[in-house]
């Protein structure tokens, strides 16, 4: 049946599947508002999927931001309970090179102490013992309650609750204008992507939430939010090196944190600015990857020998405050902007500024105007209500419980698929051994959580199953599982000429990440990748996307 | 910064993998049981989610062989048996069963074994013992076990051989292993006489233990590293000491001690491992180098089959085996094509392994038949149990069919020793 038959009216349309439209959008149907959340490719495309999976304790912001760093240890003590199946808790430590000034240290505790961080100085030798790929040179260490997040996880899991609270989902729309009726916004025009056609909704209160691109939806309405693109750049290593997140202690600069995240750790980040027009495409230059690889040795030296299985770059939305070139210096704060007060557009909010941290103060503040703006009376409970996946996780069995019993051969499988998608792991259908079978081998995901995934978390192409379930994230970066997988989406009902066309585009992706790190083994793989789907099936000879050939 | 990213440094080269798959193709247990994931699996790929967190090690590793063919296989240089092995020796939570413990004690049930030979393998071959032995403890009933002997090698050697080898100008010293000294000393005493002709004296370490391999195999890893470390310094005192090289006759012996002790149980052993040598190889280099020459009987004719142990072809070695073979005049030799035996030290003995040990086997069984040999030669000991429980066919270690071929007389006189 065609969604748009009939016309469509929300209290809310939210425009951005990043984190905070997706916080935002689990907000508002939580507090009873008709909601609709609108993306122009899939969630987590933007900057969401583009960052360091860092669980801020705030303490990097504490010396120059100290709201920032209140927001993020409030934050960080939520997510941990509201968000546990995306949340490792590993610690982190700020380590003192030795050419770096351990006065630093000093006021750094004591800032960390004024925001609310515990913050505890301990003895360089005893950091070492707590994490071996430290710098054996370090002069001195603190403890902060940092940790990893995964935002693909926490961003779906937004998404599963928006839909269970009667939010409205569109992926592959994207916004083309704003509908104004007497300087009143009133809904949205979008050309849904897929069925190549222009569609309409409307609402009594629209919310850009699209980070970056927000300037240009702002734009579309004649409005000009003064916001500054800043790159970030990072590379992921093949295997974990570390297991407790690795901050320099000083001033934030470049390639200065050091992150497990999953099964990979990652160094990041650098800063630039970057105009609009290149946001779309970012690709990581050799000066990022040898000021982060150089930099991030410094803080531990096993990087310098350790495969980096790709590059890659998010632009983050900072809103400008002055003229500083790298951005480092500007606010993380957040901003939520009524532009009926600002601009005289009524019905239209948007809610920038902040970080991946703080998305869910971020739908508070937002959804706290567009209560007051719409006269409704409703209490924000996202602090306090679990996440999809991570309720009802006590007594929670995870042989018994998850995908329907795996073989007890397979239980790493099962295991992966549970610390995946925690306690949803459970409607994962595993009944028949073909269900069973391990498509992404790296990343041990099943045929069953591929039709999860396809079936309840709105992934129809490679690359959002690449989101959803780390499919091709790991180290051959789709080289074995993209082809299976697409052979399995095919059987589950996907057009199978549009599904080799997505696969074109997906190792097309891949290769993107791959070539501003190809030496060594990436390179080996990157060749191997080449001749079995170029020489061998032919990828190159598919119609669709073209896609650079790696040097 | 110079040398950055110029080489990895993962341990066993885990990362060096570039997924393509073909330790998995040569893997012998995962073409006959699909419960086991295979090396890719069980080891690069789970090695990730293992250093994420320990929880994510899966018992079904205890299928793997440890016959190393994965590594032969790999391209790349990745160390998949060495992940794997590893992995269950930091992570396994399974404790060595009464059974684990009796098979892995090689030295310890073979010391008592050999004081009552007859009444042991009497006893061992009794139908009932051995339904006994499957149904307490999980020792196949199928399983034949091999004989002791009623003479330790050692006795033998102090008593018949002692004597004469300080006459000699050139030395080694013999690691025996637990095999020739309980089970099979005839194997020593075959050495012993191919060394004398060809003028070295063969002398025992002093101290030597079990090299170890069946108690890694079983998770005595404490046991194991204790084993290891009095082993090299058996090997130091005779290599640095008294100046002789170690020289043993059974590959699996050899290979623990070149290499597992280093990385698996983290027994340092560089200064010695090139001293650590294997008798067909220390035999075949010196005739190769013009040291030594041997002179063979002309009336011994026979077909014989060769096998390559796994541990064989993963130290690479099985050229000198073949080569030494082959100068045998009436010896025709038929070179089988390296598969896995399904035996591998204690794995077949467990009534849990048995099916899919006599599978894996069965290719090897099949092409011995084909070969038909009046004897098969194979250079480990656990290979020649189950060749010779699972086909009509006699094993010898190639170092016994030279010994049984050589010209004592002639050989002593080409080197010189009359």
């Known amino acids: 049946m065609d969604y748009f038959a009939e016309k469509k009216y929300y209290d809310v349309i939210i425009i951005g599947g990043g984190i905070t439209g997706a916080g935002t959008a689990r907000d508002c149907a939580m507090r009873g508002l008709k909601t609709l959340l609108v993306e122009r490719f899939d969630f987590t495309a933007g900057a969401t999927g583009r960052n360091h999976g860092l669980l801020h304790s705030g303490a990097r912001y504490a010396v120059t931001d100290k709201e920032s760093a209140s927001e993020c240890i409030t934050e960080n003590m939520i997510l941990r309970r509201i968000a546990r199946h995306c949340v490792e808790d590993t610690g982190g430590l700020f380590v003192t090179l030795q050419d770096d000034d351990l006065g630093y240290q000093a006021k750094f505790v004591e800032s960390c102490r004024a925001s609310g961080i515990n913050a505890e100085v301990i003895d360089p030798a005893e950091a070492r013992r707590l994490e071996p790929a430290v710098n054996p040179g370090i002069i001195g260490a603190v403890r902060v309650p940092d940790g990893a997040v995964d935002p693909f996880r926490l961003t779906i899991s937004n998404v599963v609750d928006a839909v269970r609270n009667g939010a409205d989902v569109l992926t592959f729309h994207e916004v083309q204008s704003l509908i104004i009726v007497g300087g009143k916004v009133v809904g949205v025009r979008m050309l849904d992507k897929r069925g190549k056609r222009e569609v309409e909704a409307y609402s009594s209160l629209v919310i850009n939430a699209a980070g970056i691109w927000g300037y240009l939806v702002a734009k579309k309405a004649g409005i000009t939010i003064n916001m500054f693109p800043a790159k970030g750049a990072l590379l992921i290593f093949g295997h974990r090196i570390n297991n407790m997140v690795i901050n320099r202690c000083r001033k934030p600069a470049d390639a200065d944190i050091l992150v497990p995240g999953d099964t990979i750790s990652l160094i990041g980040t650098t800063s630039s600015r970057v105009p609009y027009e290149d946001i779309d495409n970012m690709r990581v230059t050799r000066d990022e990857v040898d000021v982060l690889l150089r930099e991030g040795s410094l803080i531990a030296p096993v990087l310098a020998n350790t495969r980096i299985i790709r590059a890659y770059a998010g632009v983050r939305p900072l809103v400008a405050a002055d003229n500083d070139p790298s951005g480092r210096s500007i606010s993380r704060g957040i901003v939520c902007l009524d532009h009926a007060s600002r601009d005289g557009l009524d019905g239209f909010i948007t809610i920038t500024g902040g970080k991946l941290m703080t998305y869910r103060l971020m739908a508070e503040k937002a959804v706290d105007m567009a209560c007051a703006k719409l006269g409704r009376n409703a209490v924000c409970r996202t602090a306090e209500t679990m996440l999809p996946g991570s309720d009802d996780m006590p007594g929670y069995n995870v042989k018994k419980d998850c995908c329907g019993g795996l073989l007890p051969d397979q239980q790493s499988a099962v295991r992966a698929a549970t610390g995946r998608h925690g306690s949803l792991s459970r409607h994962i259908v595993c009944d028949k051994e073909s269900d069973r079978a391990v498509v992404c081998e790296c990343e041990q995901v099943s045929v069953g959580e591929i039709r999860y995934a396809m079936d309840q978390l709105h992934a129809d192409r490679l690359v959002s199953l690449r989101r959803r379930t780390r499919l091709g994230m790991g180290t051959c970066q789709g080289e074995l599982c993209a082809c299976r997988a697409a052979g399995v989406m095919a059987a589950l009902g996907k057009d199978p000429v549009s599904t080799l066309a997505d696969l074109k585009s997906f190792i097309a992706e891949r290769w993107k990440g791959m070539e501003a790190v190809a030496w060594g083994d990436t390179l080996a793989e990157a060749q191997l990748m080449e001749w079995l789907y170029v020489g061998m099936c032919g990828l190159d000879r598919v119609p669709g996307l073209s896609y650079s050939k790696k040097q | ?418």
Request: one cysteine or more; a positive charge; aromatic letters at 8%.
């Open chain 2, 1 to 418: 910064m110079t040398g950055i990213q110029e080489k990895t440094a993962s341990v066993n080269n885990l990362e060096e993998c570039l997924k393509c798959t073909v330790c998995t193709v040569y893997c012998p247990v995962t073409a006959v049981n699909p419960g086991y994931p295979g090396p890719k699996q069980a080891g690069p790929d789970g090695e990730r989610y293992r250093l994420k967190n320990s929880a994510y090690y899966d018992e079904s590793l205890r299928k793997c062989l440890n016959c190393k063919r994965c590594e032969v296989a790999c391209p790349s240089g990745v160390r998949p048996a060495d992940i794997i092995q590893a992995a269950r020796i930091r992570y396994s939570k399974h404790s060595p069963s009464l059974r684990d413990r009796l098979l892995a004690s090689t030295d310890f049930v073979g010391g008592i074994a050999t004081v009552m030979a007859p009444i042991v393998n009497g006893m061992l071959s009794l139908r009932p013992v051995k339904v006994l032995m499957d149904k307490t403890i999980g020792v196949d009933a199928h399983r034949q076990f091999p004989a002791y002997s009623g003479e330790k090698f050692t006795t033998w050697w102090h008593r018949e051989a002692e004597k004469g080898q300080s006459a000699f100008s050139k030395h080694i010293s013999y690691f025996h292993g637990c095999y020739v000294q309980y089970n099979f000393p005839r194997l020593g005493r075959d050495l012993v006489k191919i060394m004398n002709a060809v003028g070295y004296g063969v002398h025992l370490l002093s101290g030597e233990r079990c090299c170890g391999v069946a108690k890694i195999a079983n998770g005595l890893i404490g046991d194991a590293c204790r084993d290891a470390q009095r082993n090299m310094e058996a090997v130091r005192r005779s290599v640095f000491k008294e100046n002789r090289t170690v020289v043993a006759t059974s590959s699996t012996c050899v290979l623990t001690m070149r290499d597992e002790y280093s990385e698996l149980l983290g027994v340092d052993n560089s200064d010695v491992r090139s001293n650590i040598n294997l008798a067909t190889r220390f035999l075949h280099t010196l005739v190769d180098s013009g040291e030594i020459k041997i002179a063979f009987r002309k009336d011994y004719l026979k077909n014989v089959a060769y096998h390559t142990p796994c541990h064989m072809a993963r130290l690479g070695w099985g050229v000198h085996s073949v080569e030494l073979l082959k100068m045998i005049p009436g010896l025709n030799l038929n070179v089988l094509q390296q598969e896995c035996c399904g035996m591998s030290g204690t794995y077949g003995f467990k009534k849990e392994n048995y099916k899919y040990s006599q599978a894996i086997g069965q290719t090897l069984f099949d092409n011995i038949s084909a070969a038909n040999p009046d004897v098969v030669a194979t250079d480990c000991e656990t290979c020649k149990w189950q060749i010779e429980m699972s086909t009509p066919y006699k094993v010898l270690n190639p170092v016994s069919i030279i010994a049984e071929a050589l010209d004592v007389d002639e050989t002593r006189k080409l080197n010189g020793l009359c």
